[in-house]
């Protein structure tokens, strides 16, 4: 039974009927198939929300390991890691009934530890972003020297001081954004598009072999 | 369910959409008979692609291991799913190479429903080269965000100093940051997104990259195999469709016949 | 640095520590001496500004905070001189975040900035903001670009209550509210794509005016919807930001962060311009790259 339910068809045929409802719901303004689509979508919502705890024993396999293992440097980050899920989640079980949880164990350590954290990471980019520019823009050819100049003339016209270097960097920038970017934008828009959609007909056709064949090895 | 049924149901906007549509699954399938027929159509080389050997060779050389982030997409579900499923597509073909020469793989993601994908693919690519006790699931890093993956990746690059790093999918701010982190220990990297935001950014820290819709080419790229190559010829017909509306549209409007605007408001 | 390397190759392979601690120092000066150059207004600003500007009292505006904590540098200050006309307007907002769970602390920082706004339970004197009355918050709701539709579709469908657990149908403010087609414009400041999901849920489908404050490299990606008619502005990162306060005749935080953008942009030009320097300097003398 098991080795039936693993058969790539079953898959494929299901891709096939939500991929064909989901368009047909887009498309056409028939009540049931959209209520069915939303149905579809509430559903995947959900899954997606329980593959949490799947990431969370995924990663507790290598955390465990290395606890058990005490992984040079690292086995102590991985008891960190475990304490941080376990004092929060003990300390909001008793409000687990309630729509939100407010209990501030729970909440402190998301708003006060992790959101600083992840701003601090976040503001480091700029330093990257200015490490890499020095190290990328090379006048190397004609390519990368008219991406240079017009990288330079938005960066200027992105600051003010771009107006006080020259009065015409602004209309200069103004062009580059409006004009310039455009096309191209919209064409890597349209063809990342036309991607997705022959991808997906690839993945219901089972003509993309490397993700349709799932399950077909067995065990 | 007659036509004219169907006009009346159709959303209103929507019909040009649909009528694209029908042209890609023609294309599309046009393009499978074609090559059923033994002429399958020739396809451009993609450099990312064909410098994942190199970069997997390079990682066999220096005895050093190969890391793989399919970046953060949300959720299958989510509309950028694709992304990470074609990315899933290409990490196969990666865990074959690293497979194939014994080079240590870590993969670090941030998406918890991908991981029985993920899990399965990177199985089988083992298998397929005949060393399924090679595989181990600890090779799947989660990390339950975007910041988490990124510290993580960034920890990875740091102790591990790989030889060849892939960042391939649905990529945000972590691009330029895990991407010049990893151009700092010397590693090859091959990039790649359809987020268009962040094209600039990999295209300064990566030695190779994808570009928008070649990440969703890429395994029938690497595949070879003309059957798959087939169906990326529709892509480009409906290409020439759609460029043939522009220049229309761009001839006609000017002189006041407004059959193309119509038809894409309908 | 190895032995025999010229000054240029040198300068070319210059430890990034020595840049970030070049940005770093010139990232701070501004803060000890102000450069307080003038600013002008882009078309886009102009644009939204103009827009907001034919709005009145009757008139419901969606604010979606589409980012998080890490990016209020760049996005908060547009964010809140947006909420601010908004207010001298006397327009209705409604206040939601789809994609950013730590959006209650923006909320917070929001308020904290804007007087106006009062909390629930909070009195509200001639001049304010009544919650509930005048604008509602209804905190994070998962789900994405699906979520961002149904809202489109049916607000009803997708929020039993607000955030603070008050029904929905006992709120004032959203009595007469129900879709897409009851909301005159949605500003959603980003970092990400959600300005597509409001163009492609909203606008294309309901025709709902949409503008964005995103990030400064978000700016590119969405001139091509504005220029499509589909989006009736948009700023761009904290310049944009800084126009507007201007604009609207508050200056805030944006204008002060204008000086860091000018040394910071300033010297990342000035650094390219080195790094070409040498380059050139050692391709010239016959050097390996």
């Known amino acids: 039974m098991s080795s039936v339910l693993r058969r790539p068809e079953i898959f494929m045929f299901i891709a096939g009927v939500v991929m064909g409802l989901t368009l047909f719901g887009y498309f ?9 689509v939303t149905w579809f979508q509430t559903f995947a919502t959900h899954v997606s929300f329980f593959a949490v705890w799947l990431g969370f024993l995924t990663a507790a396999r290598i955390h465990i390991y290395n606890i058990q293992r005490r992984t040079p440097g690292v086995w102590y980050f991985s008891i960190v890691m475990f304490l941080s899920c376990l004092i929060p989640f003990l300390a909001a079980l008793p409000e687990i009934a309630k729509p939100s949880i407010e209990t501030p164990i729970y909440t402190w350590p998301f708003n006060w530890v992790y959101t600083p954290l992840g701003a601090a990471l976040y503001a480091t980019t700029g330093f990257y972003i200015f490490s890499a520019a020095y190290r990328a823009f090379r006048a190397r050819s004609l390519e990368a020297t008219i991406l240079l100049v017009a990288g330079c003339l938005v960066m200027l016209g992105n600051a003010p001081i771009g107006e006080v270097i020259w009065n015409q960097i602004p209309t200069i920038n103004d062009w580059l954004q409006m004009t310039g970017q ?8 349209i063809t990342a598009a036309l991607g997705i959609v022959y991808f997906g007909l690839r993945v219901a056709i089972g003509a993309e072999k490397r993700v349709t064949t799932f399950g077909a090895g067995g065990g | 369910m007659n036509t004219l049924y169907l006009e009346q149901i159709l959303f209103a906007g929507r019909g040009s959409s649909l009528v694209v549509l029908i042209l890609l699954v023609v294309f599309f399938f046009i393009g499978l008979r074609l090559a059923k027929m033994g002429r399958p159509p020739k396809m451009r080389r993609l450099p990312a692609m064909d410098a994942i050997d190199e970069a997997i060779g390079r990682a066999a050389e220096m005895g050093k291991p190969a890391l793989y982030t399919p970046g953060i997409t949300g959720s299958l579900a989510s509309e950028q799913g694709p992304q990470m499923v074609a990315s899933i ?6 865990a074959e190479g690293c497979a194939r020469y014994d080079v240590p793989l870590i993969v670090d993601f941030a998406q918890g429903d991908a991981i029985p994908l993920m899990d399965e693919t990177l199985r089988l690519a083992y ?49 330029v940051v895990i991407g010049e982190a990893a151009n700092f220990v010397g590693a090859m990297t091959i990039g790649g997104t359809a987020n ?26 690497l595949s070879k195999d003309p059957y798959q190559i087939a169906t990326i010829a529709g892509e480009d017909w409906i290409k020439f469709v759609l460029m043939a509306l522009l220049l229309l549209g761009f001839i006609l409007e000017p002189l006041g016949i407004k059959y193309i605007s119509s038809f894409l408001r309908w | 640095m190895g032995e025999g390397q ?9 430890d990034r520590r020595i840049l970030y601690w070049a940005l770093f120092i010139s990232l701070a000066l501004p803060y000890i001496k102000p450069l307080g150059l003038p600013v002008s207004i882009a078309e886009t600003s102009y644009a939204l ?14 604010m979606s905070i589409e980012f998080g904590v890490s990016a209020w540098s760049e996005c908060l200050p547009g964010f809140v001189a947006v909420s601010k006309h908004l207010v001298q307007r006397g327009v209705k907002i409604i206040y939601w975040c789809v994609g950013y769970t730590d959006c209650d602390l923006t909320m917070e920082a929001v308020m904290a900035r804007i007087p106006q706004l009062k909390g629930p339970g909070q009195p509200a004197g001639p001049g304010d903001y009544k919650y509930g009355v005048d604008w509602v918050y209804f905190g994070y709701i998962a789900g994405g670009e699906t979520t961002v539709a149904q809202l489109a579709d049916n607000i009803r469908n997708v929020l039993r209550t607000d955030k ?14 129900n879709s897409a087609r009851d909301i005159k414009l949605v500003v959603d400041s980003t970092t990400g794509d959600y300005g597509d999901y409001y163009v492609r849920q909203w606008r294309m489908r309901y025709g709902t005016a949409v503008a964005e404050i995103g990030i400064a490299m978000n700016y590119s990606t969405f001139i091509p919807y504005y220029q499509a008619g589909l989006a009736v502005g948009a700023l761009k990162g904290i310049r944009g930001a800084a126009e507007y306060e201007k604009l609207i005749g508050e200056f805030g935080e944006a204008t002060i962060s204008l000086d860091a953008l000018n040394i910071s942009h300033l010297l990342v030009i000035i650094a390219i311009i080195f790094a070409n320097i040498s380059y050139f300097m050692t391709r010239r003398k016959g050097g390996v790259r």
Not at chain 1, 182 to 189: D, I, Q, V, Y
Not at chain 3, 164 to 177: A, F, H, S
């Open chain 1, 28 to 36: 056409f303004n028939v009540p049931q198939v959209i209520d069915l």
């Open chain 1, 182 to 189: 455009t096309p191209g934008m919209r064409a890597l828009n």
């Open chain 2, 89 to 94: 597509t290409i990490l196969s073909y990666v």
């Open chain 2, 127 to 175: 298998l397929k080269q005949g060393k399924p006790e090679k595989y181990d699931p600890k090779m799947l890093n989660y990390f339950p965000g975007q910041s988490p993956m990124v510290t993580g990746i960034l920890g990875h690059l740091q102790r591990l100093r790989p030889a060849a790093f892939f960042m391939i999918g649905g990529l945000y701010y972590e691009s």
């Open chain 2, 196 to 221: 268009t935001h962040q094209l600039p950014f990999i295209i300064a820290v990566c030695d190779y990259v994808l570009i928008g819709e070649e990440i969703y080419a890429a395994s029938a790229y």
């Open chain 3, 6 to 14: 010229t000054i240029w190759e040198k300068m070319g392979a210059i």
């Open chain 3, 49 to 62: 500004y103009n827009y907001i500007n034919t709005l009145g009292p009757n008139d419901v505006v969606v």
């Open chain 3, 164 to 177: 603070y657990g008050t029904p929905i149908d006992e709120i004032p403010l959203m009595k007469n509210v």
